[in-house]
């Protein structure tokens, strides 16, 4: 009987057991909704140009505004034919559409599709000639379509007729160059185009340039291969300089036999004449892909390796727990638990593409909690998943314990990522309660993350005079419209809490940052306010103020008998100028600074600077506490599928006259005043461009000599008047007048090489017309005598200094 219980009882047991394992079973199956993110399924598209491939272009899932897009800008010869060749990888191609439009997307050129693709090995081929008239020197949109077995895709680049480009040899020499870095001997040969800074010490690799020696050119001691090779992007192009860009990945072996990968960027502006091409600037940039296999963990801290110096990090309360983000990824790192964790990445783990390491966004940490979770916000372009092909802002929250990532909210845009990360970049922040706060086209939203929906908290706000918190927890501006206009107004996103500072009688506010949640703004008399008669201001404060969000003042600063000008906000000090007021404007006397005390003494984990001969300068983040183990345990995040929560904002930029800086191969900065782009792209040289996508002005394509005949000189501008107001009434709809004013005399000569005669003021009362320049002259119209005469170019140069560099010129309106 005792036997019968016993046998009884274990395979109750068994039963019991096998039937709790079946349930846990079968509901972990349907409960856990955890997995990879989905791959990449886009073609690509690039251009064959003579022997090279070039602009490579991806793919987006919506029709994008065409006039914030521009990755690339592809050059038409006489033929007007293009050679499109597409890379499917899995996806089947049925048929290729193009159009071509005005820049600004207004009025379609020209349409045709294209219904048989020539296979070309693994790749299709397609060409096109485009029959609309298209103005030389003036940028157009080109969207190619794609129709695929997985739905529409969409391609942007701008076409440019331009003649004598050289566009095959600029392409080739590039080509060349970084491939020839790769090897010692071959390197040899690259000696006499770059400008080597005898002082040049030590190596960084992700800071390389045309004054660099050529053994760190030729990457010092590091030994690399290529690991992925690159398609050279055209990013602009005329008929003296090109500016191409080049993204490609190298691997190397450590000193322990492992692969290290780096994200390497190169800038190269040449010059072709008949001898040879010149190279007139380069830069490189490498990024070394952190893989913590490869990461060294020590009493010292976490070794990221080759990358630049700011790193885009946060650590929880009790610095236990840091958040990093490096090239496009997101890890955390606890020394305490000794784990190291990929939050979210785009990058494969194996059989990698460029579609996935393709650098079209950024990630901003917005909290690390006790409990290692993470909450961040992604925008820019999708390279895969859910969204792929998509730009736009998700939100995201990383689950610690479950090592699980969800997506919170999605908000598509059909701005390119260089547009979106100006305002992304300026704000982008996650409340206690899910509300998320963004900067989008010039409006202050508040979207709810949970419920759906947004609201709209403030419009017309400039980015100029928007400033937030280190966090991005607070934020002030100052109101531009209404009863408040004048104020500055501040918010606590948290608490929606907000404050209005008024300016006394005869007074004007200016924000100019935070330091740590503290606002700092100026105050100066409108007396102080030296406007000159085209609206020029430049102002001098009488008193600094730093107040924290209740208002209490932490801090008044002032200088009897200075001004305070030309403020900047660091991480750890606050420099500014102290100037005297003259009749032609401030002149500085000397310069001060506040400390951010709290910067300064907090207990924090920091950025630190090691090097090594192999890698040369590379990062590491220190921690105060030694680590758990010096192997840490790596994990990696999974995606947890979740109904998709889109919400769709206005983000359409108001039209109004903008300017946008492209130097260095992205978009520079975006300005109202045209004067400080072109003062901006002359240092970059770079190239400005209006909001209808015309030349405005360009570094190095000036003609060596012009003269313009007087009657094909609008009568407005051969007027010679500086009135800004009254010269823009009279030329009317044909143009836009543009103010140069502090611009040098070498700049506004541009506009006369492009067609465009320029007013100079000579005196109070007195003013002449450019209409022409060689090596030694300028030619001056005078308006008040109807003559034409040359005027030596040092002479000319010193007459409108001593006038105060008044320019005004114009853009003449586009018609199609």
């Known amino acids: 009987m005792k036997k019968f219980l016993k046998k009884f009882l274990i395979l109750f047991c068994v039963f019991v057991l096998g039937v709790v394992g079946t349930v846990l079973f079968q509901n972990s199956e349907i409960t856990d909704d955890r997995s990879d993110m989905n791959d990449s399924t886009l073609p690509e598209v690039m251009l064959q140009i003579g022997e090279s491939m070039a602009n490579r272009m991806y793919g987006y899932r919506q029709p994008m505004q065409a006039d914030f897009t521009r990755d690339s800008v592809t050059p038409l ?26 820049s600004d997307g207004s009025k379609v050129m020209e349409n045709k599709k294209i219904k048989q693709l020539q296979k070309s090995g693994n790749y299709l081929q397609a060409q096109i000639q485009i029959n609309s008239d298209l103005r030389m020197n003036q940028e157009y949109s080109l969207q190619i379509s794609l129709d695929t077995d997985k739905g529409s895709a969409y391609y942007y680049t701008r076409v440019v007729s331009r003649s004598q480009l050289n566009v095959d040899q600029y392409l080739k020499f590039v080509t060349g160059f970084y491939e020839k870095c790769m090897d010692k001997t071959t390197a040899e040969s690259l000696g006499p185009y770059l400008e080597t800074n005898a002082s040049e010490t030590g190596t960084n690799f992700a800071d390389i340039n045309i004054q660099s020696s050529l053994s760190n050119v030729s990457w010092g001691k590091l030994k690399p291969q290529i690991y992925k090779k690159g398609i050279p992007v055209i990013k602009d192009i005329n008929e003296t300089t090109a500016s191409i860009s080049l993204d490609y990945q190298i691997s190397a072996s450590d000193d322990e036999g492992n692969t290290e990968v780096y994200d390497v960027t190169e800038f190269y502006r040449m010059r072709y004449t008949e001898s040879r091409i010149r190279l007139l600037d380069f830069e490189r940039s490498a990024r070394q892909v952190f893989h913590p296999h490869t990461a060294s963990v020590s009493d010292k801290g976490l070794l990221l390796g080759v990358r630049d ?52 966004h950024d990630i901003k940490v917005i909290r690390v909690g006790d409990n290692g979770d993470v909450d961040f916000v992604l925008y820019g372009y999708m ?162 103020r730093i107040e924290g969000p209740d ?84 994990m990696y995040a999974k995606m947890r599928s979740v109904k998709e929560k889109s919400i769709t904002l206005d983000t359409q930029v108001p039209q109004e006259s903008l300017y946008y800086v492209y130097a260095k191969g992205s978009l520079d900065g975006i300005y109202r005043n045209p004067a ?19 030349y405005v002005w360009e570094r190095g394509n000036k003609k060596t000599q012009i003269q313009l005949s007087i009657q094909d000189v609008p009568e407005a501008i051969r007027s010679g008047m500086w009135d800004k107001g009254k010269l823009q009434e009279r030329l009317g709809n044909s143009g836009t007048v543009i103010d140069l004013s502090g611009c040098t005399l070498d700049s506004v000569l541009y506009e006369v090489s492009a067609q465009r005669a320029v007013i100079a003021k000579t005196g109070n009362d007195t003013s002449v017309v450019i209409v022409g320049y060689d090596e030694y002259n300028t030619y001056l119209y005078d308006p008040a005598t109807g003559e034409t005469k040359p005027y030596g170019m040092n002479d000319s140069t010193a007459l409108f200094e001593n006038a105060g560099n008044v320019f005004l010129s114009y853009v003449e309106k586009v018609s199609y």
């Open 383 to 544: 390279n895969r998943g859910i969204h792929e092909g998509y730009s736009g802002v998700c939100v995201y929250h990383y689950n610690n314990d479950q090592n699980v990532v969800e997506e919170k909210v999605f908000i598509p845009t059909t701005e390119s990522y260089e547009f979106l990360k100006k305002d992304l970049g300026t704000l982008s922040y996650v409340s206690d309660e899910n509300m998320l706060f963004l900067l989008f086209a010039q409006k202050l939203y508040m979207v709810n993350i949970n419920g759906g929906g947004f609201k709209i908290l403030d419009e017309g706000i400039q980015t100029g005079n928007f400033v937030v918190s280190d966090t991005n927890a607070h934020a002030a501006w100052v109101v531009k419209d209404g009863e408040h206009k004048g104020q500055i107004k501040e918010i606590a996103f948290d608490t929606l809490e907000t404050r209005f500072l008024t300016p006394g009688q005869g007074e004007k506010l200016k924000t100019l940052g935070f330091m740590n949640e503290d606002l700092v703004y100026g105050v100066a008399k409108e007396a102080d306010i030296l406007t000159d008669k085209n609206g020029h201001a430049t102002e001098g404060m009488y008193v600094l």
């Open 77 to 102: 010869d006489t033929t007007k034919k293009l050679l499109f060749v597409i890379d499917p990888y899995e996806t089947k191609v049925n048929s290729l559409s193009y159009e071509v439009r005005t």
């Open 551 to 634: 208002g209490t003042v932490k801090k008044e600063y002032r200088h009897d008998g200075l001004y305070i000008t030309n403020v900047s906000i660091g991480n750890t000090l606050m420099e500014f100028e102290l100037s005297s007021k003259s009749d032609s404007g401030y002149v500085v006397a000397k310069k001060d600074n506040i400390m951010n005390n709290k910067k300064s003494t907090a207990n924090q984990v920091s950025v630190e600077l090691i090097s090594t001969s192999r890698t040369g300068t590379m990062v590491r983040l220190a921690f105060e506490e030694p680590p758990e183990t010096e192997t840490p345990l790596v």
């Open 309 to 360: 110096k700011d790193v885009q990090y946060m650590t929880n309360k009790g610095n236990s727990v840091a958040a990093f983000v490096q090239q496009g990824d997101l890890w955390s790192y606890s020394p305490v638990n000794g784990k190291i964790v990929r939050i979210f990445s785009f990058r494969e783990d194996d059989g990698e593409d460029f579609r996935d390491v393709r650098q079209a």
């Open 676 to 694: 400080q782009a072109v003062k901006r792209a002359d240092a970059k040289t770079g190239v400005v461009l209006n909001r209808t996508q015309q």
